[in-house]
C-alpha cells in the first residue's frame, strides 16, 4: 500500500485538475518501511509531476525520457526509491 498525506494527496488533485483535458502524469518516491513479516508500507516524500508529452495527451500519457531521467538520477542521490506513477 502507498501512503500519502492529505497535502500530497490534494498535489496531484490539483496537478491533475489543472492538466485538464490532458491526462496528469507524475512519479510518486520515498521510502519502503517493512512494519513486520508481512506488513510492507511505502510512504511517499517525493512528488515529481512530469509534462506529458503524448501525442493524443487526452487519451494517454507518455513522459519526456529526459525529464524522467533526470528525475531518477535525484532519486537515487536523495536515497530514495520510486513507488509509483500516476
Request: proline share 3%.
Amino acid at each position: 500500500m502507498i501512503h500519502l498525506t492529505k497535502e500530497q494527496y490534494l498535489e496531484i488533485i490539483q496537478h491533475c485538475q489543472n492538466e485538464y483535458p490532458k491526462e496528469a502524469c507524475g512519479i510518486l518516491c520515498g521510502k519502503i518501511v517493512q512494519s513486520s513479516s508481512s506488513n510492507v508500507k511505502r510512504i511517499v516524500t517525493n512528488i515529481y509531476k512530469m509534462a506529458n508529452i503524448s501525442d493524443s495527451p487526452e487519451t494517454c500519457y507518455f513522459m519526456n525520457p529526459e525529464e524522467q531521467l533526470k528525475v531518477f538520477k535525484e532519486i537515487r542521490k536523495l536515497g530514495i526509491e520510486m513507488l509509483g506513477i500516476y
